[in-house]
């Protein structure tokens, strides 16, 4: 099993970036999005569900955020515009442990995990 992150960088504020994650080893389910950042907890981002038909963002990055994903690629993705230094952290990919169950805002509910890309945002 494989979950590689990619797309991050550096960005300066108020610009865009779109993450990949591209899976492998593991059937269609749930996924979702997490990022940390020093010094703060591992905070969720979004999530979406098995067919891409449901998904969600965090409250306090609804209108800035939008998961999505293609299944014939294997790859979800997370597209980021109007960034902020707060939004600086590294972000990981992560996929539920049964294709049985949709996403979750609970990291403890994730199974697999990438080993994420880093996102710096200058002001």
């Known amino acids: 099993v494989q979950l590689v992150e990619s797309g991050g960088g550096l960005v300066q504020a108020g610009g865009s970036l779109r993450l990949s994650c591209v899976v492998s080893?593991?059937?269609?389910?749930?996924m979702g999005w997490f990022r940390h950042a020093p010094g703060r907890q591992r905070e969720y981002v979004a999530g979406?569900?098995?067919?891409?038909?449901?998904?969600d963002v965090a409250y306090f990055l609804k209108g800035r955020f939008t998961i999505s994903r293609d299944n014939a690629k294997n790859t979800v993705y997370l597209q980021m515009n109007d960034l902020n230094p707060e939004d600086t952290a590294q972000y990981y990919c992560?996929?539920?442990?049964?294709?049985?169950?949709?996403?979750?805002?609970?990291?403890?509910?994730?199974?697999?995990w990438g080993r994420g890309t880093q996102v710096t945002v200058s002001s």
């Open positions: 080893g593991l059937s269609p389910r749930g």
């Open positions: 992560a996929g539920r442990n049964s294709p049985d169950y949709s996403s979750s805002s609970q990291a403890l509910e994730y199974a697999y």
């Open positions: 979406i569900s098995r067919s891409g038909g449901t998904t």
